[in-house]
């Protein structure tokens, strides 16, 4: 029992000795690493684009596609832009004002600025979804509770700052709009009282109302023009298409000319004639074969079909050079009309010519005063669209991050 015991003891103590001696032994440049974390979780947030007038102005759907994917890639690429990290680390902030910190109370925040902008930046996913207008911000790690917390920080972070340069940028037009508006107002007020120190207001009123009048008529009648030109073009093209199939003999078989035939008596009868004598002559020939009544019938029959066949051929050929004859109606009274037309849009032209060349020498100020407020009313209107713009943010957190049940991995 005492052998035992002291087996033992010398055993434990030889043990011992060997673990002290590899702790103390441990090389200083070989740290000891701590085992890789088995379990991951991924947490996500979304944020939807607004797209700008600008881009909505896009003329065909696949521009407007393009311009908005590019809008969410530029976006996508500024959410690991070290001045957006910056702010989501040190100017993490509630709705309040109350300061968050919820990166700095992670594991993520590395001790310095830097080296958490460097890990962020790394580790974070920002991708464009496609098919949609968001934008995912997705991290991976072993902690899903801190996950969100990074996460919503830089996506609000995000959304704070492309919102900020967006209304930065609309402000500084605004302002710029404003002192434009206010030297155009000056010189419109200048450009007034020289106009009435010039007198005879009267006159200019007079052929200013005479051009107006003359002006519309001119813009009438080219809307005519335009008009009656489609109309020329569609009734030549039908004209054509008719051409096309008289020659193919497509015509003939056409709705319109298969009605003319449907609607004629002695067309009708004649068919219904035919058909009769063909329900007779086959009764007959079950009767008597070939005998002199069936003889006869089959000659009856013979004679109606030739004489509906030929007064068919007559009918489509009238219906054809009515319809032929009434389409080329329909082109000369275009051309007819086109050509009067036109006619009268050359005189008001003219007039309204003479016109613009009275009034130049009376109403270079009047010219100008109506160009200024003109320019003025589109500068209210470009600051008016700026304003509503800026109630329009680029950036909106569509869906913040949770924290993740499962793993990821």
Known sequence: MQKGLLAGLILGVLLGGTGLWAILHTPNDEPTQPAAPTTLYTSEAHIAVTPSSRDLDQPAIRKLVAAIETLKKEYAHLATDQTVLTRAINEDLAANGTKLDRIR????????????????????????????????????????KELPNVINAVAEALVYMANEQFNASKAKQIKALKIQVEEIMAQLETAQQASESMGAP??????????????????????????????????????????EQQSTGALASSPEVLQALEQDP?????????????????????????????????????????????????????QITAMM??????????????????NQHNKAALEVHALKANLTTLNTLETKIEALYNQATLLKMEQLTLRIAKDCLPLTLHTSATIPTKPSN
């Open 202 to 243: 009267s006159k200019i009123a007079r052929m200013r109302e005479r051009h107006n009048i003359a002006q519309a008529t001119l813009q009438s009648l080219a809307t005519e023009i335009s008009q009656l030109k489609l109309l020329q073009s569609q009734a030549e093209a039908a004209l054509a298409k008719l051409k």
């Open 266 to 318: 002695t067309y009708r009868s004649l068919v219904v004639t035919a058909k009769n004598i063909e329900i007779e002559l086959e009764s007959l020939t079950e009767r008597l074969s070939e005998h002199r009544p069936t003889k006869a019938t089959r000659a009856r029959l013979k004679l109606i079909k030739d004489k509906r066949n030929a007064m068919k051929a007559e009918l489509i050929k009238k």
């Open 325 to 342: 004859q009434q389409q080329q109606a329909q082109v000369t009274a275009v051309n007819d009309r086109l050509q009067e037309v036109e």
């Open 105 to 144: 109370n992670t594991a993520w925040f590395t001790g310095d600025l830097d080296g958490t902008v460097k890990l962020l930046q790394d580790k974070l996913s920002v991708t464009a979804v496609q098919d949609t207008m968001l934008i995912r911000i997705s991290l991976t790690g072993p902690n899903p």
